[in-house]
């Protein structure tokens, strides 16, 4: 039997044992409780460095470690921390094995009057890790990457219809690999509410953003929007909306500087009309930093899906979504296809197993690709 798969088996029955436990890790006073964490998955991809010809597949076992612990979780101020380490080994492909550290911090305060959030997350994954909210466009190689955030934003009634809210946000994306081009970016988003039922608001506001890439490459962008948020025609439905327009002021080190616009969107529905069942779809578009020589470009996707409850155990969940991607300064462009189908069991209030297919179709000038990918996991919260 190889390592791997001892660790396998060994992780699995740890989980199963220990999800027979009744209470949390630790309860201490005012219900503030620490959770001990832990996930084991099994996968196969059968296009680990994403490329178009001499494509390699291998089997990967990851285990998932963490703590979660909640301060004050049912109080006006409450914090959740998180951390996991991602312990990530390949069957064939050694050379890819990689301890990857995931912290995030989130902290709420609602009084009534006042809403405030703020949250702070260091991560390390690999470039191959990534969905359409939130895509790395790399591709030939596995490549490590860290990006680190903070945010914070405030909430303020300032009376019974009206509100404002004001925001700040910073992330920065680094690769482990001086082919690939690193970027930060700082944004300060204004939102006015105006309440037009006991549960939507018409919004409007605007959006100020900069971001710097270490090749020299730099983007200021200004999004004026208006939207709306909650109720839309019906109790199941719920809806967050803006749409405007976006300028983009871009000073690029070795080609010619241009300012640009474009219109942009970003709009979420979810519908909960079926006990049983939630179906959910997006639609955005906005201007994105490449790590392909820091170029800017702009991305337009949407996506739908749908969740739905078998038994109170049982549930099934699919998505599709498609997204497209034009740069400024280059030819480039990409057409992408992503499917997803899964499965979950939660076998009690502490472990869940589930199963997932993905499928992603990337057809572009530059990057062009197929991709499919299966997991098992086996989850435990305690």
Do not use: C
């Amino acid at each position: 039997m190889k390592l791997k798969s001892k660790l396998s088996f060994v992780a699995f029955s740890v989980l199963a044992t220990v999800a027979a436990s009744a209470a949390p890790l630790l309860q201490m006073e005012n219900d503030s409780t620490l959770h001990a964490l832990a996930d084991v998955t099994i996968g196969w991809d059968d296009n680990v460095l994403r490329t178009s010809s001499l494509q390699q597949s291998d089997m990967y076992f990851q285990f998932s470690p963490g703590l979660e612990y909640r301060m004050d979780p049912n109080s006006a101020a409450s914090t959740t921390v998180t951390y996991r380490h991602h312990f990530l080994r390949y069957d064939d492909m050694g050379e890819l094995d990689a301890d990857l550290a995931d912290l995030m911090v989130n902290f709420k305060y609602d009084s009534g009057v006042v809403l405030a959030t703020a949250h702070a997350k260091y991560r390390e994954m690999y470039n191959n890790t990534y969905d359409l909210d939130q895509n790395s466009d790399i591709f030939g190689v596995l490549v490590e990457r860290e990006i680190t955030g903070f945010g914070a934003d405030i909430r303020y009634e300032l009376s019974e219809l009206t509100a404002i809210k004001v925001g700040a946000s910073q992330q920065d994306v680094k690769y482990d690999n001086s082919r690939f081009t690193d970027h930060e970016s700082f944004s300060v988003p204004v939102t006015v509410f105006y309440k037009i039922r006991p549960k939507a608001s018409l919004t409007g506001g605007l959006r100020y953003r900069d971001t710097d890439t270490d090749v020299g490459n730099t983007f200021e962008d200004l999004y004026f929007f208006v939207g709306g948020v909650g109720e839309v025609f019906s109790p199941v439905i719920h809806a967050d909306i803006s749409i405007g327009y976006q300028s983009r002021d871009a000073d690029y080190a070795l080609l010619p500087d241009t300012d640009s616009g474009s219109a942009s969107y970003n709009a979420r529905l979810i519908y909960t009309g079926n006990p049983k069942a939630t179906v959910y779809g997006g639609l955005s578009r906005d201007y994105r930093t490449s790590a392909y020589n820091g170029l800017g470009y702009t991305f337009t996707s949407a996506s739908l899906g749908a969740r739905y409850s078998l038994s109170n155990a049982v549930g099934v969940n699919a998505q599709v979504a498609v997204g497209e991607s034009n740069y400024e300064q280059d030819t480039r462009s990409e057409d992408i296809t992503m499917f997803n189908l899964g499965a979950s069991y939660r076998a009690n209030d502490f472990l869940m197993l589930s199963a997932s297919y993905s499928y992603r179709d990337v057809d572009g000038d530059v990057a062009n690709y197929q991709d499919s990918e299966f997991r098992v996991t086996a989850s435990l919260r305690y």
